[in-house]
């Protein structure tokens, strides 16, 4: 089982991103995925996280209305669009997914902990 992110680059203040999640081993269309980043010295945090449906979505308050979640069930892949890019958004970006049937809040899929799955990152860096 192995989740592939990639996507990220060099971008200037103001810029956009596309990230990609791709799935392979297993299916992860009837559970939570979700978009994690970490700066130097920071821990790992919450970007987005998207219910199996992909019409319930969760966002960190730094990144509403500037980053857009979505997944394509049928290709077992899920999306972040990032607009408006800011130097504060310059982390590795990881892509997670749980392998198991959710019913908790979306509080609850802000935890690192929560997630069975992760990619191994890729790298956002946003020049001022």
């Known amino acids: 089982v192995q989740l592939q992110a990639s996507g990220g680059g060099l971008v200037q203040t103001g810029g956009s991103l596309r990230l990609s999640c791709a799935a392979s081993g297993r299916t992860f269309s009837g559970f939570p995925m979700g978009w994690f980043r970490q700066a130097p010295g920071k821990e790992r945090e919450l970007v987005a996280s998207?219910?199996?449906?992909?019409?319930?979505?969760d966002y960190a308050d730094s990144v509403k209305g500037r980053f857009t979640i979505s997944r394509d069930n049928a290709d077992n892949t899920m999306y972040l669009q990032m607009n408006s890019l800011q130097p504060e958004d310059t982390a590795v970006y990881y892509c997670?997914?749980?392998?198991?049937?959710?019913?908790?809040?979306?509080?609850?899929?802000?935890?690192?902990?929560?997630?069975?799955?992760w990619g191994q990152g890729t790298l956002v860096t946003v020049s001022s």
């Open positions: 998207i219910r199996s449906s992909g019409l319930s979505t």
């Open positions: 997670a997914a749980l392998a198991r049937l959710y019913y908790g809040g979306s509080s609850g899929l802000r935890r690192p902990t929560v997630y069975d799955y």
